[in-house]
């Protein structure tokens, strides 16, 4: 993530403010706030302010997924051009859910904040929230879920990068 540090302070940080990059960069599939808050302190930026931005930013999109991302992940899934990587990511989506419902039962509120918040590739509030609409857990719940996860992965992802970034200076 140091390198997409460099590159920012390289490319955009002469017009965009890092606040605004990192607010950008946490509402990415599969990077989120897990690669956010690496690169906030890699950018030497406040702890707590850039930990807030990563999650808001990280929560941004889940409305969205939960609303459409199915219905888009089903509509693309028939295309020829598009159609496999849509099939992929709606498999992913479904095989998370079936995994999560098969494990918590009747806890799925706390498997799902779980599978959010534990800061591991394909885990993170877009793949979560997927499965939380493939599953119909019902939209409150699930943001609530999620929000609850992202709480906890950007709790786990800034004492991680504030120890490594510790060790390498």
Known sequence: MESLAIWYQETLGSFMPREVFIFLVSMV??????????????????????????IIGNMVPVPFIYLFARKVLEWGAEKPVIGPAFNFFLKKGEKGGEKLQAKAGQGLFVALMLFVGIPLPGTGA??????????????????????????IAGVIMLVLSMGVVGVIS
Not at 30 to 51: F, N, Q, T
Request: glycine letters at 8%; one cysteine or more; proline letters at 6%.
């Open 29 to 54: 599939p599969l990077i989120e706030l897990r690669g956010a808050i690496p690169i906030a302190v890699a950018l030497d930026m406040p702890k707590i302010s850039s930990y807030i931005i990563c």
């Open 126 to 151: 877009w793949t979560g929230t997927l499965a939380a609409s493939i599953l119909n857990m019902g939209f409150k719940k699930s943001a609530a879920a999620a929000m609850a996860g992202v709480i």
